[in-house]
């Protein structure tokens, strides 16, 4: 009989071993944003769905991990996939806050997981001293706010000549920093265009169009509002409907949200860029799968693929009609093989 | 004895006419300091008008109006919860809310939902039946008010989210931009409407029983159980009350943004909170009104608007906004001469 219940058991285990074996060639890949509460998020785990639906059936999964922007929160959900997952995660992670790479690159190479990051990246971290840590993405947000001012002032009565205001987001947040910073470069390089004030409205569209109605009251002759998002854009707008200003002062955004599009289509709205999440959600995913598979070695990819700036979307009137065609009405499909695709240029980082 | 009957122009006094001019003294003092808020409203004004460009005119009289509005509905319901000593953190949550449903419900670009003024009814019903769970659940588990609602507040936040899965909905319905740029002699419809809620915050409060429960409680909680007023009662209606302005006050900001989205609730809590207390209420609990509250909400909002047309500097502006809290909770504390501090 003990025999028996013995042999059993043995049984048992060697089929669980072989079903672990068998789960083994499964790959799970963590996509760790912020939280499904805004468009370009969610286009970022869709992007890691998209990667994995290029692979055979079965062969991955997808999990969405949030952490509503809470460092701890994030480490912890990315702790608790990696212990339920073993070495068969990978992690596409759109960090918290900067700091918290540093502490998510520790993690992954204790736990010998692949994992790729994107935007924030902690001073002093770089992806090449790590074996696990394969690349790092951004989007310029310099080139961003610069674009979306350029494109602005070219529009005014007289072509780069003109007033301005300006919606800045969360006070030391690294986007609206470097958005900023592009318009102050595009500011240098039009010294006809007259920047009059800025105000922080933390990102909300409340905020905006009460700062901006409250503009209508001091500058009658404003030319533009420059906004470091979309969705502030959006309330500058409504505050300017009201008066009936909507289109003869020029406004720009950046994000790309669906009904920023709306605006740009209305007229009401010069441009705004798109960040591509599909793009950064897949390529991030890829680039971790592709080290997993063992098809590509993280040290022996070249500086350029380890750290670089994807492109961002510029939206206006001209091009509308495309980019809903592509992004909205469909997912975008991309090559996931080539990974030099999503590459602009290189981040330089300094060690 | 002796010492008190040689005090300078008391000598005369029998005890209970020293007693009489004492509350008296005290209520002289009180009347007082109530006129503060409305004082410094003033001299607010008046500073404001004379120095600060673009001020004085009537296109900023009517931003001013129209940014009174939300945080003006908004009061109207917590005045309440702050009489009887507790406090409502769920408002951005439920402003958020409400918020994103209700253009979810009406004619919008993300669904097929075509409910109109029923819609706009459902999500206030809905919001106020948050407020009811979060008095529910704060009188009879015992769950103090703050952790409560704080709790609730973050709960159906979640659910804001969730109803538009992270892509807001665009309103398609006409009466949201007719009301949102519809205006009578130059004042906005919303700023009427806002109003209109207001006085009928004023009229709770002054014909109404449950609005003397509600002072009854925040000074002495004990004694009116005694009398045998259902208190619990009167705590979930006041919660439901709160929760039935911030969901007011969130269909307001979707009609103004013609877009829902949980955010549109978030800075509010501050802001009306701030008012209230620079209004003259006590977060002890016992004082305050509908009056006050709005003092409080139109100086706080002409401090916004003043530092805007000023073009302050966006980092002081944060360290203002919370000076000028500390400053007036310093007042009011004062003002009450607290025994204790918790």
Known sequence: ?351 | MANSASLPGRGDLTIAEEFAQKIADERRHNQLMQMVPGIILASFAVLASLFVGGFFTVTNAINILNQISIPLILATGITNVIIIGGIDLSIEGVMGFCASIVTLLVLNKKNSMDLGVLGMALTVAAGTFIGFVTGVLHVKMRIPSFMVSFGMGSVITGFGIMSYGGKPATVEYALFPAISQGSILGIPYLSFMALGIFLVGCFIQKYTAFARAIYAIGDNEGVLRSTGVNVDWVKIKAFAWCACCASLAGLFGAIRLNRGEVIIGQGNLFTTITALVVGGASLAGGKGGMLESLVGVVIVVIIQNCMILLGINPYIQEAVKGVIIILAVALSVTRGKKDFVK
Request: proline letters at 4%.
């Open chain 1, 1 to 351: 009989m003990l025999k028996k219940c013995l042999s059993l058991m043995v049984l048992a285990l060697v089929l669980t071993a072989i079903g672990v074996s068998q789960a083994g060639e499964k790959v799970f890949i963590g996509m760790a944003i912020h939280s499904t509460d805004n468009e370009y998020w969610n286009q970022e785990a869709e992007g890691g769905k998209l990667f994995a639906s290029t692979l055979p059936p079965g062969s991955a999964e997808t999990q969405v991990l949030t952490c509503d922007g809470d460092d701890e929160k994030q480490l912890n959900g990315i702790k608790a996939f990696i212990a339920s997952h073993g070495q068969n995660s990978i992690i596409y992670v759109d960090p918290s806050n900067a700091p918290n790479t540093a502490a998510i690159a520790e993690i992954c190479e204790d736990a010998k997981v692949y994992w790729t990051s994107v935007w924030h990246l902690a001073e002093g971290l770089n992806p090449k001293n790590y074996q696990y840590y394969v690349m790092h993405q951004s989007v310029d947000g310099v080139k961003q706010g610069y674009d979306i001012a350029v494109k602005m002032f070219k529009l005014f009565k007289t072509p780069g000549k003109g007033k301005i205001v300006g919606l800045q987001g969360q006070l030391g947040n690294d986007s609206a920093v470097e958005r900023y910073a592009g318009l102050q470069q595009a500011l240098k390089e039009y010294p006809d265009v007259e920047f009059l004030d800025l105000q922080v409205c933390d990102w909300n569209p409340q905020r905006a169009l009460n700062t901006t109605e409250t503009w209508l009251a001091k500058y009658t002759d404003l030319d533009g509002i420059w906004s470091a998002n979309d969705d502030m854009a959006l309330g500058a707008i409504q505050a300017l409907k009201a008066k009936g200003l909507n289109g003869k002062i020029k406004v720009v955004g950046v994000d790309g949200v669906s009904a920023a599009i709306d605006a740009i289509d209305a007229g009401d709205m010069v441009c705004t860029v798109a960040n591509n999440g599909f793009l950064q959600g897949g390529y991030g995913a890829a680039y971790a799968y592709y080290a997993w598979a063992g098809k590509i070695t993280p040290s022996k990819l070249p500086d350029r693929q380890r750290a670089f700036y994807t492109e961002g979307y510029l939206v206006e009137k001209a091009n509308l009609a495309k980019y809903r065609q592509e992004f909205m009405n469909s997912v975008p499909t991309y090559d996931f093989t080539n990974l030099e695709f999503p590459v602009v240029r290189p981040i330089l980082i300094k060690d």
